[in-house]
């Protein structure tokens, strides 16, 4: 019998992993510390409970969710068959039955012979066997010690404070213009679009601001302390009227070419090098209910008819700083029998653990059987979550969800022959997407 591939937590990534190796033929050990030692969030000793929403995203036909999720459906996912069995009435998304999902998930684990479930808390990296670190955001302290002695960074506990990102085609650019502040820009081109506001409308979004209803918190850690580094602005509204006109929202530098003047405020959207299409609003974390961030972001001038495509948000996180540290192929550059999966691999959201969980399953598999794993194809929503995980800016790197921006671009023809229907180029993409899935499934 070969060595046992060990897979560090029992949750949404764990258990996809685990569950490919087997149908590789391979055994595998799953180490889960519940019910031996808990987490701030989960509430049973089931394999994958999920934690909060029981939403695994939209089921609407080719959206960047769906994609996600059927790309698995058809390389054989066991989470999403568990999803399907564990379905509720939910509109257009997948909604489960959490604790229907959690038992089929763990009941398809204990049923499989080549996976051996272990319960109890891990705290070392084994030294000798092929690995995956799967241990989520809630991953216990002595671990995530370990995880930073391995990877040489300080610590990995996060506030993560994400900002939201717009659909770039929905930004009005009549109003807002391209500049960088006193004309500094990084490579000679204007780096921001910019949103000017003048005094009224400055005022209007501090009162809508200070008027929006907060997230609940999901742990109890939460509601505690923010880092002075990265307030949420809402917050910094409560400090002061102007507070925000002198830190993110300051104008200095800036010239609106409608005026010949100087703004009162401005917001700045920058485009991150691998989010074609989009910009992420700079600065600009919050902690407001998805509902009032809409509203509220919709009062910045030039952002009126905006579609985001990924809202602000600020919780407990941990994650590894995945550019710096992980291949295409989810393994560590300096220890390549070590594969993370799941949140901490540097992924946001239910549907992306288990996309990475599957991936670092299929990858393990391979490398433990001696062979070179092969990264999915670049046009597949798996290949570009990976893509964007090693290799977005790691200075600045924030975990992604999937959305359109991460995939590559349409070519040029077909992108102007499609300009002015963006269902037909997300239709296109997907297609895409699926022939090459089906093209490297079949090598
Ligand atoms: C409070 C909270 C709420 C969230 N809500 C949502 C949501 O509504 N929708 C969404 O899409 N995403 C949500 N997320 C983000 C993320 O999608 C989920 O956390 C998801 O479960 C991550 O999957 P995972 O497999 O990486 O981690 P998990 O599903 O958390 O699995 C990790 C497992 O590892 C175990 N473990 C940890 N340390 C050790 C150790 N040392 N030894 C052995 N086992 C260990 C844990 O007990 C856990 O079972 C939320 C995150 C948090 C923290």
């Known amino acids: 019998m070969p060595q046992s591939i060990h897979i560090i937590g029992g949750g949404l990534a764990g258990c996809e992993a685990a569950w490919q190796i087997a149908r590789r033929g391979l055994p595998c050990v799953l180490h889960e510390m519940r019910p031996v030692r808990p987490t701030a969030a989960h509430q049973t000793d089931r394999l994958a409970e999920l934690v909060c929403s029981n939403s695994l995203k939209s089921e609407s036909e080719f959206t960047a969710p769906w994609l996600l999720k059927e790309e698995l459906r058809r390389l054989g996912g066991l989470l999403l068959r568990c999803a399907q069995t564990a379905r509720v009435p939910g509109g257009h998304a997948l909604t489960v039955d959490r604790d229907l999902f959690a038992a089929e998930v763990t009941a398809a684990i204990a049923g499989e012979p080549l996976i051996e479930l272990r319960r109890g808390e891990v705290t070392a990296i084994p030294e000798d066997a092929v690995t995956i670190i799967a241990s989520g955001p809630l991953t216990s302290g002595p671990l ?70 907060a997230v609940t918190a999901h742990i109890p850690e939460d509601d505690t302390r923010y880092f002075e580094a990265c307030l949420p602005i809402e917050e910094l509204a409560r400090r002061g009227r102007d ?116 991936m670092a399953g299929v990858h393990a598999a391979a490398w433990a059987a001696g062979k070179n794993p092969r990264g999915f194809a670049r046009e597949t929503a798996l290949g570009s979550l990976c893509h964007y995980v090693s290799g977005a800016d790691r200075f600045h790197y924030q975990p992604a969800n999937i959305t359109f921006d991460l995939l590559p671009p349409l070519d040029e023809p077909t992108r102007l022959r499609l300009k002015k229907d963006k269902h037909a180029r997300h239709a296109e993409v997907c297609r895409r997407a699926l022939l090459a899935l089906e093209e490297f499934a079949c090598v």
């Open 243 to 358: 507070t925000l006109r002198f830190g993110p929202m300051k104008p200095m530098g800036l010239t609106d070419p409608r005026t010949g003047r100087r703004p009162w405020a401005v917001v700045q959207l920058r485009q991150e090098n691998l989010r074609a299409q989009s910009f992420n609003l700079v600065g600009f974390q919050n902690h407001m209910k998805f509902g009032d961030q809409a509203r509220v972001l919709r009062l910045i001038p030039g952002l009126e008819k905006a579609e985001f495509l990924r809202f602000g948000q600020i919780h407990r996180n941990t994650y590894i700083n995945a550019p710096a540290l992980l291949t295409p192929t989810l393994q560590l550059r300096s220890r390549p029998e070590v594969f993370f999966a799941g949140q901490i691999s540097g992924v946001e959201g239910y549907v992306e653990a288990i996309a990475t969980g599957f």
């Open 144 to 213: 995530a010690q370990e995880i930073a002695r391995i990877t040489g960074a300080d610590r990995l506990f996060f506030y993560d404070s994400i900002s939201p990102i717009v659909d770039a085609e929905t930004v009005d650019t009549n109003i807002a213009f391209w500049a960088s502040r006193y004309g500094k820009s990084t490579d000679g081109t204007d780096d921001y679009l910019n949103c000017p506001f003048d005094r009224d409308q400055y005022e209007h979004f501090v009162d809508a601001l200070l008027q929006a209803q």
